[in-house]
């Protein structure tokens, strides 16, 4: 069956769904195991599941959190089973550090590529994923509670 | 037609860079798809990436003195007969003389690509997505509570 621009959309809002309710292993599922990840504040690509261990050390704990909103969201259909997500995001984090140390970090101007396959028992996957920021980040110490 | 292979699309990366950079003087335009969605530098939405390359084509044109672009291993994902994501880190410096006469020198240090190759019907690798960015440091304010 072929992809259609409103499954790509429904997969995006499930992912910050996920993302924003800490659901760590609906999140996790999103990714094709060998798949990229250009994060925002990365300089260099890495592999997803090593993003999930990070993201799940810092940001789904109780102390941390997520909140996101994003705008409209182009698709690309590139076959029958690949197609391209591309859409602006604002994204503010509440990071808790196991040494005890919070901060607030703000992404005003987010950019997000997904690209989603089908795998072969035809669920949508994320492949690769690039997100950044048309402006700086800007991070702020929490006071220790 | 023969299968694509990853040396297929690090030709086609290298030489979307060369003429990038100045040192081939196609017409940068014809690297992308006419349907093809990409995401420059600090530009807060996607755009049809034939605006970004005639504003690209229309610096090239002005006196650009020197310029120089570094890619780092280019990862590459065969997704299809016919699609590959090229993804890799680069730098690109070049110094510019305006048509005032002043200098300018611009610098990428921690650039990042994600570029989405497909052949078109007529068997030419074109990109079909693209998302350039670069990160920095975030500023961080320190608790003062």
Avoid: C
């Amino acid at each position: 069956m072929n992809i259609s621009p409103d499954e790509i959309r429904a997969e995006v809002r499930k992912f910050w769904e996920f993302f924003s309710r800490k659901s760590k292993a609906q999140f996790a599922e999103m990714y094709l195991p060998s798949a990229t990840v250009f994060a925002v504040d990365a300089r260099r690509m890495e592999l997803a599941r090593l993003m999930l261990v990070r993201r799940e050390r810092e940001l789904f704990g109780p102390a941390s959190s997520v909140n996101a909103k994003f705008g409209p969201i182009d698709v690309q259909l590139l076959g029958t089973d690949l197609a391209v997500a591309s859409y602006p995001f604002h994204l503010s984090i509440t990071r808790a550090l196991p040494g005890g140390k919070s901060y607030q970090a703000e992404v005003p101007s987010g950019r997000a590529t997904q690209v989603f396959q089908r795998n072969e028992k035809g669920v949508l996957r994320i492949l690769h994923e690039h997100t950044s920021s048309a402006e700086p980040v800007t991070v702020k110490e929490l006071p220790a509670r | 037609m023969e299968n694509l292979s990853p040396e297929d699309v690090r030709r086609g990366v290298r030489r979307f860079w060369d003429i990038f950079s100045g040192k081939l003087t196609d017409k940068i335009e014809a690297m992308y798809s006419p349907t093809a969605i990409a995401f420059s530098g600090r530009a807060k939405r996607s755009e049809p990436a034939k605006l970004i390359a005639v504003r690209r084509s229309r610096r090239l044109q002005g006196s650009v003195s020197s310029s120089t672009v570094d890619e780092g291993s280019i990862d590459v994902q065969i997704v299809g007969a016919n699609v590959a994501i090229a993804a890799y880190t680069y730098t690109y410096h070049t110094d510019r003389v305006r048509a005032d006469g002043t200098k300018v020198q611009l610098e990428t240090l921690f650039g990042r690509a994600t570029q989405i190759f497909q052949r078109d019907d007529s068997g030419v690798l074109r990109i079909v997505h693209e998302h350039l960015s670069a990160t920095a440091n975030p500023e961080v304010e320190k608790a003062t509570g």
